[in-house]
């Protein structure tokens, strides 16, 4: 058997972009809406944090907002590569392990999350919420797109590396990618009104296959909104 990890950045999202693998360049529609429904005026949610920023699905549409966009993600690859696309946020742009600190010195309007923290253990979510909550200034918004649920297909998958939390699943959508954590309603509001964050919105999105050429699939995910 491997060797549980319990850190926090699961080192094999290096050898995904190594080979060029989950480059998602069009930003995410829930990041989109839900970022324009709660951070208005634009001025007034100045300075924006995504954690796990990958290969930059959502920075254009943040500089299209003329935001401040702060960037970290564990993949040194990856950072790079981005700091070559936006030269122009190559000193926002770090690579770092965020459930361990955020290496940028100003508090954040918002969070942004987009399939990120939901790779990560039980212990180093609830570090990354105690990280993060520091870095926030007071009714700041944590957005959490696509946190994998409890109800999904590959929930009982691959191997357990505590509760919430598996590794080793051998699906065409989480083959490769290291710990994936999945949550239930009840956890949710556990971890974060633990850190006092306030919940504003949670919804539950469901995506069942009916006929598929691939494997049948229930693709369950959270989407939550909250207040620091
Ligand atoms: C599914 S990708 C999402 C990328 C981007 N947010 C998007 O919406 O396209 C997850 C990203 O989170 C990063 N990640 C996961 N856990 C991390 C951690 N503890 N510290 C830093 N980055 C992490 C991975 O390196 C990967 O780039």
Sequence with gaps: MNEIN???????????????????????????SLVSKYCN???????ILEIGCGAGANIPFFINRKNHFYGLDGSEII?????????ELRQNLVAGDFTKSIPFDLKFDAVVDRGSLTHNSTASI????TVLKNKMSQKSFY?????????????????????????N????????????????KDHIYEL????????????????????????????CVYNLVAQA
């Design 169 to 184: 699943i051998n699906t065409k959508q989480f083959k490769g990618v290291g710990n994936v954590h999945f949550f239930s």
């Design 6 to 32: 319990l850190n926090g950045f699961s080192k094999e999202w290096e050898n995904i972009y190594d080979q060029n693998i989950h480059m998602s360049i069009w930003p995410w529609s829930d990041v989109v």
């Design 79 to 87: 950072i790079n590569q981005l700091k070559d696309k936006f030269p």
């Design 126 to 129: 609830k570090e990354c919420l």
């Design 192 to 219: 974060f009104e633990a850190k006092s964050f306030k919940i504003l919105e949670l919804e539950h999105v469901v995506k069942e296959s009916i006929q598929t050429s691939t494997e049948p699939y229930r693709h």
């Design 41 to 47: 005026p634009v001025e007034k949610y100045n300075n």
């Design 143 to 167: 957005f959490g797109v696509d946190l994998f649920s409890t109800e999904h297909s590959s929930f009982k998958l691959g191997e357990k590396v505590d509760e919430f939390t598996r590794k």
